[in-house]
T-cell receptor, first 115, second 112 residues
Framework: NAGVTQTPKFRVLKTGQSMTLLCAQDMNHEYMYWYRQDPGMGLRLIHYSVGEGTTAKGEVPDGYNVSRLKKQNFLLGLESAAPSQTSVYFC??????????????FGPGTRLTVL | DAKTTQPPSMDCAEGRAANLPCNHS???????VYWYRQIHSQGPQYIIHGLKNNETNEMASLIITEDRKSSTLILPHATLRDTAVYYC?????????????FGTGTRLKVLA
């Protein structure tokens, strides 16, 4: 199993450009998440999804949109990139475990620079 | 979700036990305590979790106080490869969104 994969690994954008980050998981997980991590900080939740066709806002959703058209994929879009969105973006997925614990599996990250 | 408080950094000699504390005084009854670590800029890696009882796996031990307001992650024999940022997170275990709130973690440096 590949686990959680992210595409691309690195990207440089100019202010105002748009792009889409792709997250894919092969573990048949229901839940998927997008986080961003700024230097010296912990991860902050941008958006998440509890199933195919559903999305919800996290802590820092402004400037981002997401879509979950297929269970295995979770897309993060930046419509008009700003320098403040320079960050490392991590995707994660987890099993819908009912009353049990809920371990999240993280991808390797996408390093985005907005000039 | 409850917030957690961790010391910003700790050092540990190689081969010795590393004890990483976490305060989660506002934890509620259905929230689990999770520990993750992040090596360099890789994605966080799950270590261990617990609800009420102490837990042990091949990587670490987790000691949760009886009132559940704090916990300690123990790496029994730290190696240089354990140098990382360690995050303590509390999150709901019942049906819900399982959202994590990351703090800034503890930067553990294992010294040769």
């Amino acid at each position: 199993n590949a686990g959680v994969t992210q595409t691309p690994k690195f990207r440089v954008l100019k202010t105002g450009q748009s792009m889409t980050l792709l997250c894919a998981q092969d573990m048949n997980h229901e839940y998927m998440y997008w986080y961003r991590q700024d230097p010296g900080m912990g991860l902050r939740l941008i958006h998440y999804s509890v199933g195919e066709g559903t999305t919800a806002k996290g802590e820092v959703p402004d400037g981002y949109n997401v879509s979950r058209l297929k269970k295995q994929n979770f897309l993060l879009g930046l419509e008009s990139a700003a320098p403040s969105q320079t960050s490392v973006y991590f995707c994660a997925s987890s099993y819908k475990g009912g009353n049990s614990y809920n371990e999240q599996f993280f991808g390797p990250g996408t390093r985005l620079t907005v000039l | 979700d409850a917030k957690t408080t961790q010391p910003p950094s700790m050092d540990c000699a190689e081969g010795r036990a590393a004890n990483l504390p976490c305060n989660h005084s506002t934890i509620s009854g259905n929230e689990y305590v999770y520990w993750y670590r992040q090596i360099h800029s890789q994605g966080p890696q799950y270590i261990i979790h617990g609800l009420k009882n102490n837990e042990t796996n091949e990587m670490a031990s987790l000691i949760i106080t009886e009132d559940r307001k704090s916990s300690t992650l123990i790496l029994p024999h730290a190696t240089l490869r354990d140098t990382a940022v360690y995050y303590c997170i509390v999150s709901r275990g019942s049906s819900g969104t399982y959202k994590y709130i990351f703090g800034t973690g503890t930067r553990l440096k294992v010294l040769a």
